[in-house]
């Protein structure tokens, strides 16, 4: 039952068994939710054309400044967009029009890369993946194999300072990129920077000599070089000027968050108390004394938007949208009064993580978010989906409900938490129908009943994953992204020699030894593959099983596609392994030039398309069709 508050005290956990929430864990998180005064509160109507209105006679005013008189219901012809709401008996209210479903066009399928671009890394990187580096491989992955799409990590803002944040999925900013991404030559200005740019180049491409990627130095070398194009004059320039206008005061509070963590540490709670609020007449005269700096930060999400779009020019780059935010970070010091405070987010209990997690997470509170006029979720959707063919919602459950931990509990102690999920998915449609963009949920995990229904009537695309399906990949549903693994699961190498359990072993974890020893004969059987085959073997028998997925997208990542054995992620082993700065073992020059990535292109377009030119660009095998033994075999239990 879910109560006023959006709480929900009865849950069903991953077994599928019925759990109850303590009365604590209730109390605690009533205190954080907190409740509404209703006498004047007048929230946001997230409807669709045509249909009927809670008033009589009013004017609806277009966000291009027409107006629109209706009575009763919204005419069918009202443009799709963020309106205003005039009744003429009653509060104005913001009013957003939206198709109700995604952007997908009709019958096209795909392939392509996930990628973590921080570890594709090329001899001109400075010892990170940058958008260089994802343009070199759109080109080539466009042009020679014939993919559709590029998966990438998140690559939003972080602190400018140091340490830098290695987790892609731990971000100070959802609406603002992280300048660590940029390749430097290539920023306007720099051609004059002289001597000195060559110097620091010289040391960031010698980092690429270790396989560990050491951000913070990369950074300090990057740093100091766009520092030194902006002072010999790289900020004059009238495309930045126009673009800096039209971005508003959002960048401005941004690149003035970058100042302050720059000048005060990166968590604002620690910071003077004057500059913890952002609408602080401190804050305001901070950006005055510190305006060349102000506009340097801002000046680098501008280069961040020219190297994205370039990139993106190509192919569809498919952007991920984290779950939450740093709660030390910009986004959670620009929107306090929606985030929840004492509480953070992660999951319960289930086969894979039998003491829950807890991401430390703010949510927003679903009733402020409301109040807002869900501008935080609006701006947060808009911003990851710019510049790109497609986004990835993480834990895309978490628009339905999400899992609440208070401060101080065990993750087994949380409880979930309701949201307004109708009109957040609504908004997701209108920024997917307005940027052109396909959208993918991940709906890995637990997933209540009724969700995967409702995201595909929304034209969300699923996620299904060979680890975890049942099924023979033929029998899989067409609205989907279908793939091997992900960044938080073994690879396929890893899991077929045995590396990546005794990678969890050493990091003090209590692998699911069972679980994966019945991917492993599944992949055997299905594969017809015998015991002691090569890794490269191995990684092309999977892909080819996932070719047999009717899928709208087939992914594979560029880690199975070099037989790499450590995946990017190993949830829980933080400190004890390089988590998110693994860079591939080979540089993107070696890549191209690599037979397996040809292989798995080939058996990923003849899935979709029957044999085409990559099929004679491979080496080893030449036919891609699956062998007659090639079933996916069915399972009681499924490894999950």
């Not at 009575?71 to 799709?80: A, N, R, T, Y």
């Not at 939206?98 to 990187?125: D, I, M, N, T």
């Not at 920077?193 to 950074?219: C, P, S, V």
């Not at 999977?542 to 880690?559: E, G």
Request: net charge negative.
């Amino acid at each position: 039952m879910t109560d006023e508050w959006g709480i929900d005290d009865l849950y069903e956990d991953a077994a599928g068994q019925e759990q109850c929430v303590g009365p604590e864990t209730v109390d605690a998180l009533r205190r954080c939710i907190g409740r509404p005064d209703t006498r004047d509160r007048t929230t946001a109507m997230v409807t669709h054309p045509g249909r009927p209105l809670p008033v009589g006679q009013a004017v609806v005013v277009l966000e291009d400044g027409g107006e629109l008189h209706v009575d009763k219901v919204l005419p069918h012809d009202v443009p799709l967009g963020y309106h205003r709401l005039r009744p003429d008996d009653g509060p104005e209210r913001a009013l957003i029009v939206s198709p109700g479903c995604c952007h997908l066009p009709e019958g096209w399928r795909a392939w392509g890369w996930a990628v973590q671009l921080y570890a594709a890394r090329s001899a001109a990187s400075w010892g990170i993946g940058d958008l260089a580096d994802l343009a070199r491989l759109a080109r080539w992955s466009a042009g020679e194999l014939g993919a559709g799409f590029v998966l990438v990590n998140p690559l939003h803002a972080v602190a400018p300072t140091f340490p830098q944040q290695p987790s892609p999925y731990f971000p100070s900013s959802r609406r603002f990129l992280n300048p660590l991404y940029l390749r430097v030559e290539d920023v306007p200005g720099a051609a004059g920077a002289g001597t000195d740019l060559e110097h620091l180049a010289a040391q960031g491409r010698a980092l690429n000599r270790e396989r560990r990627i050491d951000r913070d130095e990369a950074w300090r070398l990057k740093l100091a070089a766009l520092e030194q194009i902006w002072a010999n004059g790289g900020g004059v320039n009238v495309g930045f000027e126009r673009w800096l206008t039209s971005q508003g005061p959002t960048l401005e509070e941004f690149a003035t968050w970058c100042v302050l963590a720059e000048r005060f540490g990166a968590g604002w709670r620690d910071w003077p108390p004057p500059y913890r609020l952002p609408a602080d007449p401190a804050v305001r005269q901070f950006r005055a004394d510190h305006e060349d700096r102000v506009r340097f930060h801002g000046w680098l999400q501008w280069l961040m938007h020219l190297q994205l779009g370039a990139a993106s020019s190509t192919l569809a780059v498919i952007q991920d949208l984290p779950i939450g935010v740093d709660p030390e970070g910009s986004d959670a010091w620009a929107w306090q009064d929606v985030l929840a405070d004492g509480v953070s987010v992660g999951s319960p209990p289930d086969e894979f993580n039998g003491q829950g997690q807890d991401w430390g997470l703010p949510p927003f509170v679903p009733w402020k978010l409301a109040d807002a006029g869900y501008q935080p979720f609006i701006d947060t959707i808009r911003a990851t989906i710019a510049s790109a063919g497609g986004l990835r919602v993480d834990h895309v459950m978490g628009l339905f409900r999400l899992w609440w931990i208070p401060n101080g509990a065990s993750p087994r102690d949380g409880a979930y938490v309701r949201y307004p999920s109708e009109d957040l998915l609504d908004i997701v449609a209108l920024e997917s129908h307005r940027a052109k963009a396909l959208v993918v949920g991940e709906d890995l995990g637990t997933v209540e009943a009724g969700v995967r229904e409702t995201l595909a009537e929304r034209r969300i695309l699923s996620y299904r994953l060979l680890w975890f399906e049942e099924d023979d990949p033929a029998e899989w549903p067409e609205p989907a992204m279908a793939a091997v693994t992900t960044h938080d699961l073994p690879t396929v190498t890893g899991l077929w020699d045995g590396t990546d359990l005794e990678a969890q072993r050493r990091a003090g974890l209590e692998p699911n030894e069972q679980s994966t020893a019945a991917i492993r004969t599944r992949l055997t059987t299905a594969g017809a593959l015998e015991d002691d085959a090569s890794p490269d073997a191995v990684v092309v028998a999977a892909h080819r099983l996932l070719a047999r997925a009717p899928s709208v997208l087939l992914s594979a990542t560029l880690d199975d596609a070099l037989a790499e054995p450590q995946r990017p992620n190993i949830p829980g082993a933080e400190g004890q392994r390089p988590n998110w700065s693994l860079a591939l073992p080979a540089s993107m020059e070696a890549f191209v030039d690599h037979p397996l990535p040809r292989q798995i292109a080939a058996a990923l377009a003849h899935g979709l398309t029957g044999p085409t030119s990559a099929d004679s660009a491979s080496t080893g095998p030449t036919s891609t069709e699956p062998a007659a033994t090639e079933r996916w075999p069915r399972r009681s239990d499924p490894a999950r």
